[in-house]
Nanobody, 116 residues
């Protein structure tokens, strides 16, 4: 059974930092591209960052967020620095098989609120 469990969300002041984690199980982690998406209230879900062997970022987070993965721990991370109020959203972990894009899984999300 595939599971993606996010953690690390919370309330942080503007300019602060958070690190999100996504623990994966039920599939061969190293064969999957791992991504973070987010959905703000009233908005559509949007791409944040992806890691396979290379990393990709949305322009809005480039230079502030860093995605990383530990294949030994089946975990992907999102280090978020210099947070802004517009980063407030529910953050979702996504796993998509590199060779079969129909194998696509989502976590339940973790909420991040950036406010003073």
């Amino acid at each position: 059974q595939v599971q993606l469990v996010e953690s690390g969300g919370g309330l942080v002041q503007p300019g602060g930092s958070l690190r999100l984690s996504c623990a994966a199980s039920g599939f061969t982690f190293s064969n999957y591209a791992m991504s973070w998406y987010r959905q703000a209230p009233g908005a559509e879900r949007e791409f944040v960052a992806r890691i396979i062997s290379v990393r990709a970022y949305a322009d809005s987070v480039k230079g502030r967020f860093t995605i990383s993965r530990d294949n030994a721990k089946n975990t992907v991370y999102l280090q978020m620095n210099r947070l802004k109020p517009e980063d407030t959203a529910v953050y979702y972990c996504n796993a998509r098989a590199i060779l079969d894009r129909t194998r696509d899984y989502w976590g339940q999300g973790t909420e991040v609120t950036v406010s003073s």
